[in-house]
């Protein structure tokens, strides 16, 4: 059965909240480190996300896939620009890659689906 990567990102989020109320002070940090990597600078933050996204595959992170495609989705980014990543994660990362990469085009389809 595929994975639905909205799903996910829902699932993932409620537990977070959990998190912030258990641990406040780590999650507050874990969230300003976010959003200061994500800020746009010298990179953009496409880009960035796109480097995100890259990181989860290799990771074989269903979460990170998750709120990665999703933001990518948000920034404007092409089913053909995830594509291009996904490939370049593909030749570093091998067969493992593949699969996940495969996810990675599933959920931004998902999350385009959705708007």
């Known amino acids: 059965m595929p994975k639905d990567y909205r799903e996910i990102a829902q699932d993932i989020s409620a537990y977070t909240a959990e998190m912030r109320k258990l641990t406040p002070d780590a999650m507050q940090g874990f969230h300003a480190l976010s959003k200061a990597a994500g800020a746009g600078g010298s990179v953009d933050r496409k880009t960035?996300?796109?480097?995100?996204?890259?990181?989860?595959?290799?990771?074989?992170?269903?979460?990170?896939?998750?709120?990665?495609?999703?933001?990518?989705?948000?920034?404007?980014?092409?089913?053909?620009?995830?594509?291009?990543?996904?490939?370049?994660?593909?030749?570093?990362?091998?067969?493992?890659?593949?699969?996940?990469?495969?996810?990675?085009?599933?959920?931004?389809?998902?999350?385009?689906?959705?708007?």
Do not use: W
Not at 55 to 60: N, P
Not at 62 to 90: S, Y
């Open 48 to 115: 960035k996300e796109l480097v995100a996204l890259a990181i989860g595959v290799i990771q074989h992170c269903d979460g990170c896939i998750a709120f990665h495609a999703k933001a990518l989705k948000d920034l404007g980014a092409t089913r053909e620009e995830i594509a291009e990543i996904m490939a370049t994660c593909v030749y570093m990362g091998g067969g493992p890659a593949l699969m996940y990469a495969a996810d990675a085009l599933r959920a931004y389809d998902q999350f385009s689906e959705a708007a």
